[in-house]
């Protein structure tokens, strides 16, 4: 699957406000993360994670649908939203802020942080 380098750099451009943007190749094309979530990725077409509450709502805009990797679903938060659909500034606008409204409800990514204390034991008497 091939890069829209102009969808890629108009993607660029509207996070580029955003905190913690790191870009990575993902999904055959080129993934935008914002604080380490993902939030779409391009390649023709736009992968967005959204609200899986918002599914049925979002997969009623023209140019969306359900997205999939090798046939099979990859779940009710994840849409490919179609290169033409997404062709004015407007339109890329709608599901950006859709994909960073679902982001900021995410917990962070982090390690576990683990006691070095050793565990109480009890001694019987």
Known sequence: MSTD????ERVRTALDGEPAVR?????????FMVNEKLVVSVSRDLLVRSDPDCATELLAVEGARQAEMAGRSMGRSWLLIAGDAVETD????????VALAYNRTLVPHGRVRRSRARPTTFRST
Do not use: I, N, Y
């Open 90 to 97: 407007e339109a890329l606008s709608f599901w950006l802020d």
């Open 23 to 31: 870009e990575v190749a993902m999904f055959g094309g080129q993934a």
């Open 5 to 8: 380098a102009t969808l890629t």
